[in-house]
């Protein structure tokens, strides 16, 4: 078989997206790979699909339990022998699978870097052929990363320790090139193939909002997007307060942070990837690792430290590559909460460093540019234009011109310059506000007396994303700024951005109701019942029995046989013979309902003359119309009543009105209308009996009262 061949019939999907067939390709060719790529775009199926074809075992250093037991459920999910080792094994378990390793059963072995040096470990890795080590979250090794791991610096010596140095290949979501530089060296990969795929995410939408009341704003998302999400909150007394809030609110929510025990922290985990709970409140303790794709949304209750950490938290929505909503929620306490944070280090050079990456963030929350170009231009992607997706593009905001004050701003700090300072944001401003014990004798000195240091902040914030000010955390102006100087270009800043984006509901239901996601949601909604049916059996998130983007596939293609049940995305051989029936006999059942459907408002006169009940006896009108009644109501029809019925026979000349009542003319005896003399409490009177060609007459009357 081919990687192809192996993507259709193990994963089901008939083609590799951006970067995996290159990644698959370098090793299979037996050459180191560096996959750099954001969450969400298919990292694993770069080293899983290799793992199927090569000899031997292929040993995944994986950073987490919980994403281990994920990947090794999907994997065998879609009949791939794969088996974890790491510490929530018993010693039972720990056992069955390595002598099921030495034993050659398994293909992918994921393993917890602190496990690599273990005398067990390395017993076991001299007994098997490795043909290749994939090493996730790769940035893990660098001391630069937020999530730097000593163990595994471990990994270079468990490679050497080998008897033959199997592959390597490397992958991580977002790296910088000082991380990107320590995982090449620290793994020591040879001449790899460095691939970086796009960032871009547009299934994401961003916002950045600064509702005044936080928690009413997370509230009124809730009402609008009935949806799982996760919402990130900076400290752990505030993942406290918020679930509280919720759970007391009515709304099914779990939280998540390092004060809880491990128990109640899995708990959560696995509340949230069970769909038991739709709302995970955590601080950033939670996410690496987890491989939720169905997460449609994630709020940042507070604004966190750096740019990267954002990314890669707001990355965790619509990893099934369905529109997910990355929203911001920004106030300008949360700079002081990140601030604190930031000093808790004693380093003096991490505190400056981070302070710059808060001061990028900041202006991410400030600025009125289009968020996602701020993003991509952040990790170096550059960007032509605008994305027409996100708060900024869709907002509408009021402007207000702040020329005169720029140029003030502008001015002082070419005053600076001029006479060799360049200063920090604070220091900068205080002498413009003339709160600063120097430079009291620079003609900028208390220009801006009166105003505050956050506007201040505003228009350098501004001036910097126009281009006029560089700011590497101290302030400098740019030659462009004499644009400005000189009144060639004025400058404004927007007000507050609108608490409804209409625009954007519009632009997302565009996408909505684009080809690409046009099917029933009725259908889709009894898909989704049957799969979490089946993932309650199995004990599995539903995302193991099949993604959402695979249920929107199936609704749309609507396959009838298993055959057909091939060309839906996400469906591979096993999950076929283990699942397929099932789902096609619900959508069968549902097929035939809309056909019945279809057939009620099609409702022919033969099929009419079908359906009625014909007495042979004759029968008295009030009975012919109830069973005429019974066929009508059955196709969704207004029902008739005997004076219609009377009325439609007297104008086709059938009846007549007589001082008797309705008396048949020659034409309807013909036509088998007889009549009977009654007799009741107010005395005599002629009733009318139709035989059963009389009462096909009333039904043809009734459909087509032309004849
Ligand atoms: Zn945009």
Redesign the pocket.
Known sequence: MNPNQILKQYFGYDEFREGQSELVDALMHSRDALGIMPTGAGKSLCYQIPAMLLPGVTLVISPLISLMRDQVQALVTNGVPAAFINSSLTETQYNKAVTNARGGQYKIIYIAPERLLSLSMLELAQSMQISLIAVDEAHCISQWGQDFRPSYLDIPGFVESLPTRPVMAAFTATATHLVRNDILSALRLIDPLALVTGFDRPNLYFEVKQPKDKYSALIQYLKENDNNGIVYCSTRKEVEGVTEKLTADGYSAARYHAGLSDAERSRSQDDFLYNRVNIIVATNAFGMGIDKPDVRFVIHYNMPQNVESYYQEAGRAGRDGLPGDCILFYARKDINTALFLIKQSDNPDEIARNRQLLNKMERYCETDA????YLLEYFGERVGH?????G??NGNYDETDVTIDVQKVLSHIGRLNKAGKRFMFTHTADILLGKSDDFTDLSTFGIMKGATRHYIRQLTNRLTALGYIHDNGYLSITPKANEVLFGVVRVSIRGNKPESSAKKERIRKQIEDSAKYAFSEELLAKLKELRLTIAQEENVPAYVVFSDATLIDMCQKHPHTLEEMVSVSGVGQVKLKRYGERFLQLLYAEQRNAALKEKKAELTLELFMHEVDIDDRPLQISRVAENINAVLLKYDRPKTSGMRLNSLLIEAGYLEATDDGKTPTDFGCEHGITSVRRNSERGEYLQSLFNAEAQRICVRLLLEPNL
């Open positions: 289009c968020l996602r170009r605008d994305c027409g997706n996100c900024s593009c």
